[in-house]
């Protein structure tokens, strides 16, 4: 059992970046499906809009907008900045590391720790997990973490079980030591034998990219079409997995940290899709005002969907002493719950390139 606790460390600001591009998911692909299908799936998914990042840009590039929003908001001084982290699964090239492009592009110093972590759905928590383990280290003074993912760019428009769900966006978080913030509690939990229940197939090194792996082909007898190196998900495995382990994980975690679910001022869930998320707050008895939401119109962003949350949603709400329960689950399968206050956090508009 991953339980860690960790003491006086925080997120000082918050910044995101989207995409211009909307899409309006009823009118997606019409040329493809039939406008009754398209309904049918948009409303069960719960997701009416999202944002698509262009050919040429990439997840850096959304979290490099919102770094330097960041940064600008709150009269930084980049030589402050000791540790750059970059959270994805859609980086800029296999190598090198995004996050060292990025340590170079921001005008950071040469004396900046910066590396990669790749995760999906529950990567935001995880990272964060580091980021503060690292900071309980008296040798850092700022942290930037950066989180973005063009899932737009992993799916095949041709499989309805993916082709409405996901979306794209950056974020960066400011993370700092300061008494003011007190205990943070963390469980971070994985399965491997699941692996396969989320997954591009093709175009690592285990299987590597070739003509085949690149070949699009009808996947089931509902005429769903894909190749190798698109994504795949079994949504009904992924569900009756997810409302097992993620109500009794967060009961875990609380009881650990001495708390009560219901002392929360806000529960920030993994934007996974509407059917899902209202499951679990039902099963859990939480109260409903205290769930923000954005899928509706900026889709599953995985990592980026909980910080993406808390920017869009709470941007006026979070003056004074708060406590998040956070909470994102997916790809992995890896899953993860953390219980967060936020002290007078300086969230920024949402910049959009």
Known sequence: MAILTYDNVGITALSACVPKRVIDNYHYDLDIWPEDEVRKVVDK??????????????????????????????????????????????????????????????GLPMSTMAFDIQLGCSGFINALCIVYALMQNHGFR?????????????????????????GDAGVAALIERDEKFGESHFSLNSDGSRG?????????????????????????????????????????????????????????????????????DYYIFHQANAFINNHIAKKMKLDKDKIPWTIQKYGN???????????????????????????AFGVGMAWATAIVPFVDCKISEIVEV
């Open 196 to 264: 396969n229940l989320i997954m591009i197939s093709g175009g690592g090194y285990r299987n590597m990219s070739s003509a085949e792996t690149l070949r699009e082909k009808v996947v089931d007898e509902y005429g769903n079409i894909r190749c190798d190196e698109h994504g795949y998900m079994n949504g009904a495995d992924v569900f009756n997995f997810v409302i097992v382990e993620v109500p009794k994980d967060i009961k875990r975690l609380m009881a650990a940290a001495g708390e009560d679910v219901q002392s929360m």
């Open 45 to 106: 998914v719960g997701v009416a809009e999202r944002r698509f990042a262009d050919d040429k840009t990439c997840a850096s590039d959304l979290c490099f907008a919102a770094a330097e929003k960041l940064i600008a908001d709150n009269h930084i001084d980049r030589n402050e900045i000791d540790l750059l982290v970059f959270l994805s699964q859609t980086p800029d090239y296999r190598m090198p590391a995004t996050s060292i492009l990025l340590q170079d592009r921001l």
């Open 142 to 166: 700022k942290a930037l973490m950066l989180d973005g993912e063009t899932r737009s760019k992993v799916y095949s428009r041709k499989d309805r079980r993916e082709a409405f769900i996901f």
């Open 301 to 327: 962003t995985s990592s980026v969907s909980v910080p993406l949350t808390i920017v869009s949603e709470l941007k006026d709400k979070m003056q004074g002493k708060k406590r998040l329960m956070l909470s």
